[in-house]
């Protein structure tokens, strides 16, 4: 069974409906039991180079169907496993799955590029980090191949720490990519100290960049910063062709969103890959 597409379709389990916390609790030990058999996923989005209309990374996204409860969104168990520690495991898991697929990937696309949402909490854990190297070296992919998707607000919890944190990730090579971006409170200061590869530009300036001309400043401004700092720059949740011209002409980099493909699991998304494209 694939999931649905989008956040919105209906079918999706919502623990928001649920009166009781016990119900939140017992979701996490579902979580917990899932993760432990490999029931739960990992899709893949592609992301496309406008430059070259080459296909340059995936993004990693947790899919879980539930035994009784049908597919539960990804919003409305990170954030519950984040505060319960869950993500911990999930986090674990996503690694050791995303890596192996990316192990399979490369020997068909040498140039691809992986990347794997973390939360604040994973940042500072050096058990992560250890079990990133293990798993790279085990499936001998470089860690040139692997980026680790974060939110600037995440890598601000404990800021020192953070830094730390992310410049030991990028000492061994792996990519830093900003999530979110222009979704919270940004501090350039912070944002210029952080070891990033990558500044992913949040689906909220996206929407209605083809309508609203604040939009259209606040996402020029974005990139102008972000290539001023050095950093190339990826729109996320492009949904229709007119935006991805504008956001083409406007200077930004890279692309993701429906428009160009939504997440798939690795079989449908390898088929995809091999399908030709026209340019953007
Ligand atoms: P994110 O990292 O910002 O991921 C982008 C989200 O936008 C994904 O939602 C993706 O399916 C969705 N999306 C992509 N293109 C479009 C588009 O054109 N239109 C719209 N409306 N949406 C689009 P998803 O998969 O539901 O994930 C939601 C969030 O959950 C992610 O936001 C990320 O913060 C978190 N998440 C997902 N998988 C993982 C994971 O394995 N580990 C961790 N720690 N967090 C994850
Ligand atoms: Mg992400
Ligand atoms: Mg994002
Ligand atoms: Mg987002």
Not at 195 to 217: C, Q
Request: glycine share 8%.
């Amino acid at each position: 069974e694939i999931a649905p597409k989008g956040p919105f379709e209906t079918g999706f389990y919502s623990p928001d409906y649920d009166i009781y916390s016990e119900s939140r609790l017992t979701l996490m030990s579902d979580l917990r039991d899932a993760l432990q058999q490999n029931q739960t996923q990992l899709y893949y989005q592609p992301k496309v180079c406008l430059a070259t209309g080459n296909i340059i990374g995936l993004e990693a996204l947790i899919r879980w169907h539930h035994s009784e409860r049908g597919w539960v969104h990804p919003s409305d168990f990170i954030p519950l496993a984040e505060e319960t520690g869950v993500i911990t495991q999930l986090t674990r898991w996503a690694f050791e799955r995303g890596i192996g697929d990316l192990a399979q990937l490369l020997t068909d696309y040498p140039g691809l590029d992986i990347s794997i949402n973390i939360s604040a909490r994973d940042l500072t854990s050096r058990q992560l980090k250890n079990l990133i190297q293990d798993r790279l070296a085990h499936h001998k992919v470089s860690a040139e191949r692997l980026t680790i998707e974060l939110t600037e607000t995440a890598a601000m919890e404990d800021p020192d720490k953070g830094l730390e944190a992310l410049k030991a990730l990028a000492g061994i090579g792996l990519g830093i990519s900003i999530d979110d971006f222009g979704s919270g409170y940004s501090s350039l200061s912070y944002l210029k100290q952080l070891p990033a590869t990558e500044i992913k530009l949040d689906r909220s300036l996206i929407i209605d960049v083809g309508s609203s001309k604040t939009s259209k400043v606040i996402i020029e401004t974005a990139i102008n910063m972000a290539h001023g700092l050095g950093y190339p720059v990826v729109a996320e949740g492009v949904e229709d062709e007119e935006t991805a011209h504008l956001l083409r002409d406007m200077g930004c980099d890279r692309l993701q969103g429906y428009w160009l493909c939504h997440p798939l699991p690795l079989p449908e998304l390898k088929q995809w890959l091999s399908e030709p494209r026209s340019a953007i």
